[in-house]
Structure formats: C-alpha cells, structure tokens
C-alpha cells in the first residue's frame, strides 16, 4: 500500500459523556484508643522496638521507613527506601517498585523498565520526580525507569488513591521519584560505590560481557544548619545481552493446521551508557520560609547490535520461494515441517541518545496557622533514534530456492536444521525477495528526532482552622507541554544501480552464531556502510510525513480540607476536595493546519482513616480520576493507501484523534491494616474503578478522502469515501480486585528469630472493558495475578536475601522498526534474585559496605503467544541471561 499523510477526518466518534460521580461515605468506630505514629527515622537508621538502644540499619531499616511512611500517610500508598546513601535495594529503580503489592514490570532486554499498577499498563499512570511532572524518552507519557540513575534517588512513593492536590492525574497511581533534602538530612555524608557486572551469555563475540557503575554523593548543612547541599552523580557502563526469536504469524499449513508463516532470529547486544547527576539546595530564613532549588540531569545512551536470520515460510506465493513439506501436527498446531526458501542474513544496528534536564524552585513560607507555597519546575527531554537495517543472501529474487531448514516446536521456542552457510564469503548485500523497485533495497535508515518540553507552576495557600476540619487549602497548577516528533527516513543501495554490493572483508567481523541450529551468520556494523561508500543513501521524502507537534496546556484549581477528629477511642483522619480540570489541545502535522480542542473535568476526592491504639488502620477512599491519552494518538496525521484486499477496493487510512477525551474513573478503595509498632505491617486491600470513559481503536467506513493527494496505480477506487481507522473513546467496563501486603519481622513470634523476616504481597484484579464494537478488550499491561516476597536475614553487619516476583499473562508493548506500537499477550513469569552483603560497623573499614547479588538466577524468559489456545505456538520468546554483581560502598 502506498502511503499519504494528511489532517482530513470526519465521520469519527469522537467523546462519549461523563457519568456523573455518586459516591457514599462510611465513617467507622472503634472503641480503641487511636495513637499518632511517630515521624519515620531515616532509612539508614531507625528504632528496634525489641529493645531500648538497639538501631537497626540496612534493609530493615528501608523497611521500618517504608512501613512509617504507609502507616502515616492520609492516601493509600506503597514505598521504597533507600537503605543507604546511593543503595535502593535492587539493581534499577523498576525492580524495586515491582516489588510492592500490586504492581509489576515489563522487561526490556531484562531490564525492569515499564510499570503497571493494578493491572493496568504504564499508559495509565503518571511519574514525577520530587511531585512534579517530567517529560519521558519515549513517545508517550510513560516513563522509562533506566533513564534515572538509582543510586540518585532516596526512595519512591507510589500513591494509589487520589488527593486533590496531587495534580498530576493518573487513572490507577502515580509515582513519586523522591531525591534527599540536605535539612532532612542534617549532617554531613560523603559516600562513594562501585560495582561490577558479569553477564552469563556472551552472544556476540564483538560485545561485552562485562560492565561497572560508579556514584559519589555529598551531603552538607552550614549556616547553623539552615541551608544545606547534596550532590550526586552516577555513570553506568553495562551490556545486555538477548536471544531473540519472532515468528511472522501463524496461517495454514498442508492439511490444515497452523505454522508459521515466517522466522526471524537473532542475538541482541545492548550497550548502555547513563551519567546522571542531581543537586539539591535548601535554606531556610528563620523558622518562617525555606528555598528549595533541585536541579536533575541524565544523559542515556543505547547502542543496540542485531545480527539474525530472516526466513519466509509460508506467504502465499508472494515470498518467492517456500515450499513446504514433511509436516506433523498436533491439536491443528503444526510442531514440525521443513520448508525449501530464501533466507536472508540480517545486520541491524539502533542507537538512541536522550538528554534529559529538570529545573525546579520552591519557595515555602509558615507563620501562625498560614502556610503558602510556591513552585515552579521545567523538563526537558531531547532524544534521537536511529535504526539502521542491512539485508544479505546469496542473490536478489534468486530463481530457486538457496535453503532448505526444518524445524520443531519446543517449550524453549522452536529448534532448526539447516543446510544454509550465513557466513559464506558469496554472501553480498542486496534485496533478497526482490520485494523493492528501483534502486534495489538493500537497507534501510529510520531516523527520528523527539523534543518534549514541559514547564509547571504551581501556588498554594493553606490555613489551619483546629477541630474536625484541622486545615483549609486552596492552589492551582498551571502545566505547559509540547512534544515534537520529525523523521528522515532513507533507503539504501549498492552503488550505481546495481542489484549487489559485495560485503568488503575489511568491514567484516567474527561471525555469530545462533543457538537455535541455524549455525554462524556474516557479522559486520551496519554503520560502516554508507560513509565506506558501500551503499548509497537516497531520502523518502514521505518519511518527513510523519512528524507532528502536540501541545497541551492544563489549568488545575484545587480546594482540600484535611479532617482530623477524634471519635470516641479512635482518631479519624483523612481529606475531601475538588479539582476543576481544563485542557487545551493543539496538534498539527508536518505542514498540515492545526486542529484545536478543549475540555473540562471535575474530579472530588476523599480520603478517610481510622486508626486504633492496638495499631489497626481501616482506610476507606472514593475518587473521580483521570489519565490522558498516549500523545502519539494527539497527533493530526493521517497516513493512507488503497486497500485492494477487499472488494470493491476503497481508500484506506490510520491516524491520530486530536479530539479524544481522557480515560476516567470512578474509584472506591478499602484497606485493612495492622501495624506490629515502627518494624512491620499486614493489610488486605480492596479496590473497585467503574471505567466511565475508555479509548479503544475504532473506524469510519464513511470518511471523505476528496482532495488527498492521488494514491499512485491503477485501478483507483470508484469513491473517494473510504476507511479511517483511529482511537476513538467508548463507554469503558469497570475493575476490581484485592492485594494482601506486609512486612513480617519474625521476632514478633520469638527474639530468638531476630533479623529473620518476610516483605511482599500478592494482588488479584478482574477487568471487564469492551472494544469500539461492544466485543470483550484487554487492558493493555494487565495481569490477573502479580506477587513479590523477599525472605531476609540481617543482623551483626550480615545481610541475606532472596527474592521473587511473578506476574500472570499481559497484553505488553513492543517497538515497532516504524516507531510505532505493537501489542502482545506476554505470558507469566516468574523472577529470583539473591544478594548477599556485609556492612562493617566499627574499626578502620568502619562505613564500607561489600554485597554479592544474582539476578535473574533461572534465566526466565519473556514470551508471547500468536495462537493464545497453543503454548507452543510463539510469537516471541526471548531469554536475557543470568546477571552477577559485586559492589562496594563507603560512607564517611
């Protein structure tokens, strides 16, 4: 299909109506005595309540500061701490947060970089750094977790109820990033790591196996402790490495049961480079006002080496060759066949470069029962993309077939044999099927350049009345965002018209060799190529099609009141109030006019707690809530062809929808929570969100394309009226579901089994959503199922742990070579760690730290289905290996 970009569009359903919120309110007496819990200690050191002198340090120290914070809080929150100055507890802030209940990860080249909250995707959830909104490195809102150094970072908060002045929005939570306050602090640190990184799988002989991280933070207060500093930065040095098979799809085979309709395998090597660095400045004048100023800088580099094998099987007698022979199936899955084809011997290189920069001011002033604020933050992220591909074989559309590969279905993916040399020195660059015209394709450059700009400013005034309503608070936030995509795209081709280009022997490498039978592949950096003079680039000028600006301005009014009463023996806690939410969007596409569309919400919220002497919390919230949709699908461009599957043949077209309207919700929560002091917790947590407006892909049969620019060809349809297809917003389904969580230190059963204990939680959701058509949809990133649990010891400067965490079957994001999204259903997995350390207390080494951790220790894989019905039938089946690490930090 040829394609054509434009901003036309009618005919599509654009928003449906909000429901109106009905919420009751429950106030529930106990006749205990509600008591106030004490402050959180820092993570590096809090109080044993086993005794009068005993602090505890490391881990359960994290874990005291975690439970504090869960206990005093007024939302329905889960927390990581940071056991140390730069020692989150896990390898990448995404692992950490995937431990809490509820929540889980999608792995990306192993690393834990994509978040869901109660089953639903990183789409409907915000992340802030320090309770300001940032921009991201990809193309929507969802934040990448590696683009933030850990060992910057004194915890994470993750709210799962809303308040009315947390304004970010977030349809399921939002993450709150927190960095140190040099006055929380109060005292001068210095403290220095490193580490090194061993990967059990060296897949490309010209990689890395091997790789190191390094930190340094300074913390000091002068001024007679009123002003004080904190400096950190972190750079990171280490490989990945991924076996990688993917299947085109699945179809009919000879008698009938499905195969694959092509193969396409390969070993991945990751290099990434991040240096990021964070400062801090606080003052305060008198006991009235205090100056924050952060400033947050991270530099992220990802260089990606692909080298594979590339295969049609089953086409239709539009690939060329693929004769099929010698199958067997099982329950209408073929699990064995040989296929005679062409192969073609792929070298593909991605490299992205993102910068990202974070300004923020606060200026806070108290006196006499008033209190204002005043906050003001920009974020900027500039990135680029470029994927690079090259394709090999023995000729262009050779006129027989130059391979013959037979494979088996096993649980590990699918097995081969071949009689194929792809190391052969006859190998030369070309369009191996003969799919392109002229100049012959033997290569491809996907260029794209994204700037997100993101500026916040926020006030507020708040007074403290006494009595039930202890405080009145009323503010604004004010958010400005642009996110600009442009793309150079090009083909490339062997010189002077010709149909080859022979692979010089200088550019060459040490072959690869696949694990799956298919033996060693031709190695070379794709890179080399053009300015070699091997290939020659020639821009698609379409490419530059695809860029778009999107702005979007929101305006949030907010009033709370902060309840605190006592009712009998117990103490009620909690707030109510009211965000006004206006939004205003503009999209254009490259060249094309500017489509406008604006909007208001009204979102109430309410959060109440009691709390009893005996240390129960009964929580109970109720909340309108809101997520914005992906940005890509703001956009204002349409790309279209002529689609000649059907008959008569029509115009056919995608795109963005400017006018979609934001997912919302209506939330009820119940929590159940028994605190063991300042050391521990148990809670069963309910939650229940009625999905009032949903976004799911639809389509118009009735769209116009009169006036588009003429699709190349002939026959050309009879009537410019034709399909659109777009996401449209529908009438939602609704989610419920229940998490049981704790921290279990075993010394509440026996001090002899003191520095034993047990952290996790498990979480079980049901989701009903409909698609465009009214048929049953998945939520894209939920699992039924997710739990973690960590086992630990720590005790006489001993630490030990051991960890898991699983999650059942998700609908999960891939990247697209286009720059686009595709969605898989990723089957469960479950994940073991391990680490075991050493922390020296008194003596000369008094403040070094030495730990062990293995990651990923049963090398579990990440796998999708093509046929949901058949396990064997993968889609994608990827393994990332097992990872070692050995680190040292000192404090002084």
């Not at 070379?524 to 099609?545: C, I, K, Q």
Request: with cysteine; glycine share 12%.
């Amino acid at each position: 299909m040829t394609g054509f970009r434009n901003n036309r569009r009618n005919g599509l359903a654009l928003h449906v109506s909000a429901l109106a919120l009905a919420g009751a309110l429950a106030t529930v007496a106990s006749p205990a005595l509600a008591q106030d819990a004490p402050a959180p200690a820092p993570a590096d050191q809090a109080t044993d309540d086993t005794g009068p002198d005993i602090v505890v340090s490391g881990f359960r120290a994290a874990l005291a500061s975690a439970t504090a914070k869960k206990k005093n809080s007024e939302q329905v929150v889960e927390s990581v701490s940071a056991e140390d100055i730069g020692k989150l507890p896990d390898n990448g802030i995404g692992e950490s947060i995937a431990r809490l209940p509820g929540i889980s990860s999608q792995r990306n080249a192993g690393r834990a970089n994509i978040i869901s909250i109660r089953g639903f995707g990183p789409d409907f959830s915000t992340t802030t750094l320090n309770g300001r909104q940032q921009t991201t490195t990809n193309d929507s809102r969802a934040v990448e977790f590696d683009q933030y150094p850990s060992e910057i970072l004194a915890g994470v908060d993750v709210y799962k109820t809303a308040a009315a002045d947390k304004t970010s929005g977030g349809l399921v939570g939002t993450i709150d990033l927190r960095t140190m306050r040099p006055l929380e602090v109060g005292k001068r640190i210095i403290a220095v790591g490193v580490r090194g990184t061993y990967v059990d799988q060296k897949l490309d002989p010209n990689s890395s196996d091997k790789g190191f991280r390094a930190f340094a933070t300074y913390v000091d207060t002068f001024a007679d402790g009123n002003a004080g500093i904190a400096l950190s930065a972190a750079y990171t040095d280490e490989p990945y490495q991924t076996r990688d098979f993917n299947a085109w799809g699945f179809g009919g085979y000879p008698g009938g049961a499905q195969g694959m309709n092509g193969i396409k395998t390969w070993v991945e090597t990751d290099k990434l480079k991040r240096f990021g660095i964070n400062g801090t400045f606080q003052a305060r004048a008198g006991n009235n006002v205090t100056i924050t100023m952060d400033a947050f800088y991270s530099r992220f580099t990802d260089k990606i080496d692909q080298r594979g094998f590339e295969m049609p099987f089953n086409c239709g007698g539009g690939c060329g060759h693929d004769a099929i022979s010698n199958v067997t199936a099982s329950n209408g899955l073929v699990t064995s066949a040989t296929i005679a084809g062409t192969p073609i011997i792929e070298n593909y290189a991605n490299d992205r470069k993102a910068d990202q920069y974070s300004l923020a001011g606060n200026l806070a002033w108290k006196n006499d029962g008033w209190s204002a604020m005043i906050d003001a933050s920009w974020s900027r992220t500039d990135r680029t993309d470029d994927s690079l591909q090259t394709t090999a074989g023995l000729g262009r559309a050779l006129p027989a077939a130059t391979a013959v590969v037979s494979y088996t279905a096993t649980p590990k993916g699918p097995q081969f044999t071949s009689n194929y040399n792809g190391a052969s020195s006859a190998l030369v660059l070309t369009d191996v099927e003969g799919w392109s015209g002229s100049p012959v394709q033997a290569g491809y450059d996907n260029f794209r350049r994204t700037s997100d700009d993101l500026f916040e400013a926020r006030a507020e005034i708040e007074r403290e009345i006494g009595g039930f309503v202890k405080s009145i608070k009323a503010g604004a936030d004010f958010t400005k965002r642009t996110k600009t995509l442009s793309a150079q795209e090009g083909y490339l081709s062997p010189p002077g018209g010709a149909n080859t280009a022979a692979i010089p022997s200088n550019l060459r490498l040490e072959p690869v060799t696949l694990d799956r039978g298919l033996g060693p592949l031709v190695s070379f950096d794709p890179r080399a190529l053009v300015p070699a003079g091997v290939l020659v680039y020639t821009a698609n000028t379409f490419g530059a099609s695809k860029g778009y600006n999107i702005g979007e301005d929101v305006w949030t009014p907010y009033a709370m009141a902060t309840l605190d009463a006592d009712l009998g023996s117990s103490k009620l806690t909690g707030n109510i109030g009211v965000q006004g939410v206006y939004t205003r969007v503009t999209s254009s596409g490259q060249a094309f006019p500017t489509v406008k569309d604006d909007y208001w919400m009204v979102l109430p919220s309410l959060n109440l707690n009691l709390r009893t002497a005996s240390d129960f919390v009964i929580r109970f919230a109720a909340s309108k809530e809101m997520m914005r949709p992906r940005l890509p699908d703001l956009n204002n461009v349409i790309s279209y062809g002529i689609d000649r599957t059907r008959s008569p043949i029509v115009f056919s077209g995608s795109g963005g929808n400017p006018t979609l309207r934001p997912y919302r919700a209506t939330a009820f929560d119940l929590n159940f929570e028994k605190y063991f002091g300042s050391k521990g917790y148990l809670a069963i947590q309910l939650f229940y969100k009625n999905i009032d407006n949903y976004i799911a892909n639809g389509f118009t049969a009735n769209f116009d394309y009169s006036g588009f620019p003429p699709v190349p060809g002939n026959p050309q349809p009879a009537t410019p009226i034709g399909i659109l297809f777009a996401n449209v917003n529908t009438k939602g389904g609704h989610m419920d579901g229940v998490e049981v969580a704790g921290t279990l230190p075993f010394d509440v059963f026996s001090n002899a089994l003191s520095g034993f204990g047990l952290t996790g939680g498990a979480g079980y959701t049901e989701t009903k959503v409909k698609d465009f058509n009214g048929n049953p949809s998945v939520i894209p990133g939920y699992s039924k199922w997710v739990a973690s649990a960590t086992l630990f010891f720590e005790k006489y400067g001993f630490s030990l742990r051991g960890s898991m965490r699983y999650r059942s079957s998700y609908l999960g994001d891939f990247s697209l070579y286009s720059g686009g999204l595709d969605r898989q259903t990723v089957l469960g997995e479950t994940i073991y760690d391990a680490q075991i350390g050493y922390d020296f207390s008194s003596g000369s080494l008094k403040g070094l730290s030495l730990y062990v951790s293995g990651q990923n220790l049963t090398d579990t894989r990440s796998a999708t289905l093509g046929i949901v019905t058949q396990p064997l039938s993968y889609l994608k089946y990827q393994s990332y290996g097992r990872r070692i690490v050995a680190g040292a930090t000192f404090k002084f």
